[in-house]
């Protein structure tokens, strides 16, 4: 029998139920989260009876235990739990301790395991780490469960409600941290928080200068733009934004070959880089662990921030999945979870599958995600990049972009097109009188 501090918090929560069976209701302790042997037991047939629509009293407990009453000390110990409740008015507070020294227990048990894992079986560090890390975070995501949670009064959401619709309306529409687009600010609304966005095409349509001009907007905007490159070295990716501030020639970066003209911008541009609140992550075999913890450090410093993923097929899960189509749904629920745990942006670029080059229509569609039907599901917006002078040599849309928004949960879709300055990696605004 295992007894830690939490002993007596165990039994007030079983004695008040028995003493008020309908505290049942706003339970949300699991039988696994006490740590007497008797008292998991018990809360295992309280949660059989509560299921079961039965009345939960001392005779049905012990008809529910059946063989194993006396591993619950039987109907004497029943009669001792509800004994010792005075009052349940603390009930939530007893719950609290209860769930707080289970959370101690598995931390030390998981901490042993670690130890344990690192001196035995084969040499994959990483994967031993990176399997810890996904134990202790499932740990810490149940410690910031609030005793807040579940149903309230719809009212109850409204307040501060008017300060905040002034607060909107002094944005003029931009509630958010504006992207890189005029019209797409004017349906989003902005980069929301706690959004998962995921911009998505085929390679060449221009995914990551899209992502490059978007950080840059948004830091502009007064932002923190964290960007996690999983594909491009951090000096690549830099270069290219140097390129789109300084409206520089992507071939003269690549060969240095400034004239007096470009020096200028390039030295400008470089000033104004090196001023902007601007991140950048190039770890080889980034993992979605990894990722969590960076911005969880970088929240401190940055409370308002665009996570950027190039891309997120590119990101490992940390530990094995018996499929490719399973790590990527578990990656998909994980960027949702940082948006929403650390109140921030996150901006996934993605992979299109090659069965959009199979069709006359080579503009994308919901189906082209691929490998995981999560993604659709877990994002909040969805854009899909197309060029059709890309397709089409003879096209009239010469190096324009068309940005479709293919999801939008709380504002539509619609298609906005920008001008692709694919020479220095930059997304224009499209001159309206030209259109």
Request: hydrophobic residues 35%.
């Amino acid at each position: 029998m295992e007894i830690d501090n939490s002993y007596g918090a165990e039994t007030e929560v079983l004695g008040s139920i028995i003493k008020s069976p309908e505290l049942m209701d706003s339970c949300f302790l699991s039988p696994e989260e006490f740590g007497d042997d008797r008292h998991r037991l018990i809360m295992k047939f309280l949660q059989h009876l509560h299921a079961d629509n039965i009345p939960v009293d001392l005779t049905s407990i012990c008809r529910e235990a059946g063989k194993d009453v006396d591993k619950i000390g039987g109907p004497a110990y029943l009669l001792e739990l509800r004994g010792t409740v005075i009052t349940t008015i603390n009930f939530d507070y007893h719950q609290s301790v209860v769930r707080e020294a289970y959370i101690e227990r598995r931390t030390a048990q998981e901490m042993q395991a670690m130890v344990r894992e690192v001196y035995t079986g084969d040499g994959d560090i990483k994967g031993k780490l990176a399997k810890g890390q996904a134990k202790l975070e499932e740990l810490v995501e149940l410690a910031n469960k609030s005793l807040g949670g579940g149903l309230r009064r719809m009212g109850g959401a409204l307040e501060g409600h008017v300060e905040l619709l002034r607060e909107r309306k002094k944005k003029k529409g931009v509630t958010g941290t504006r992207t890189l687009s005029k019209d797409l600010n004017r349906i989003t609304g902005g980069h929301q928080p706690t959004d998962l966005e995921v911009i998505a095409a085929r390679p060449s349509m221009g995914k990551t200068a899209c992502m490059i001009c978007d950080a840059l907007a948004a830091a502009q905007d007064g932002a923190a733009s964290v960007i996690f490159s999983g594909e491009m070295p951090d000096l690549q990716i830099t270069e290219r934004a140097i390129c789109a501030l300084a409206n520089l020639d992507n071939s003269k970066m690549r060969t240095g070959m400034f004239d007096d003209s470009d020096w200028d911008r390039y030295s400008f541009a470089r000033t104004q880089l090196e001023q902007l609140p601007i991140y950048i992550d190039d770890t080889p075999g980034m993992t979605i662990q990894h990722i969590r913890k960076e911005v969880k450090k970088m929240i401190k410093v940055h409370p308002k921030m665009i996570v950027y993923v190039d891309y997120l097929q590119l990101i490992g899960g940390g530990r094995r999945f018996d499929s490719r189509r399973e790590e990527v749904n578990y990656i998909s629920k994980q960027l949702k979870s940082i948006a929403r745990v650390y109140n921030v942006t996150v901006v996934a670029l993605a992979q299109l599958s090659r069965d959009v080059e199979k069709r006359q229509d080579k503009r994308p569609m919901m189906s082209d995600l691929g490998e995981s039907g999560a993604i659709e599901q877990d994002a909040d917006i969805i854009t899909f990049l197309y060029r059709d002078d890309y397709y089409d040599k003879e096209s009239e849309k010469k190096n324009i972009v068309e940005i479709i928004l293919a999801k939008g949960r709380n504002v539509g879709t619609g298609v906005v097109e920008m001008a692709f300055l694919k020479n220095i990696g930059k997304f224009a605004e499209i001159d309206q009188s030209q259109k």
